[in-house]
């Protein structure tokens, strides 16, 4: 399984990003994936996952402001970031499941992830 970010870059507050995953090595289409984000000194944090059947979930520290989607047919995870806040400044990855339709497990403990992608925003 690889999984490859990309899209991360520096904005200043309030602009937007948006970060797509390329997962490859996979059989399945529909399966658990998700983001989670490390800042320095920091524990990894949960973003965002989505289910096999389309169903997302979200942390409250961004409800309403990025969005998660997949293209099953590519087996593409995109995260739209949108009204960026320095605290979201942070290395992203990408997270995947391929084992399980739906996300049993935090998105932190997903099995597989990317490199990640670097967010910064600026005040």
């Known amino acids: 399984v690889q999984l490859v970010e990309s899209g991360g870059g520096s904005v200043q507050a309030g602009g937007s990003l948006r970060l797509s995953c390329a997962a490859s090595?996979?059989?399945?289409?529909?399966?658990?994936m998700g983001w989670f984000r490390q800042a320095p000194g920091k524990e990894r944090e949960g973003v965002a996952t989505?289910?096999?059947?389309?169903?997302?979930s979200s942390a409250d520290s961004v409800k309403g402001r990025f969005t998660i989607s997949k293209d099953n047919a590519k087996n593409t995870l995109a995260l739209q970031m949108n009204d960026l806040k320095p605290e979201d400044t942070a290395m992203y990855y990408c997270?995947?499941?391929?084992?399980?339709?739906?996300?049993?497990?935090?998105?932190?403990?997903?099995?597989?992830w990317g490199r990640g992608t670097q967010v910064t925003v600026s005040a």
């Open positions: 090595g996979i059989t399945s289409s529909s399966f658990c």
């Open positions: 997270a995947a499941d391929p084992t399980w339709r739906r996300c049993v497990r935090p998105v932190t403990r997903l099995p597989y």
């Open positions: 989505i289910n096999g059947d389309g169903t997302t």
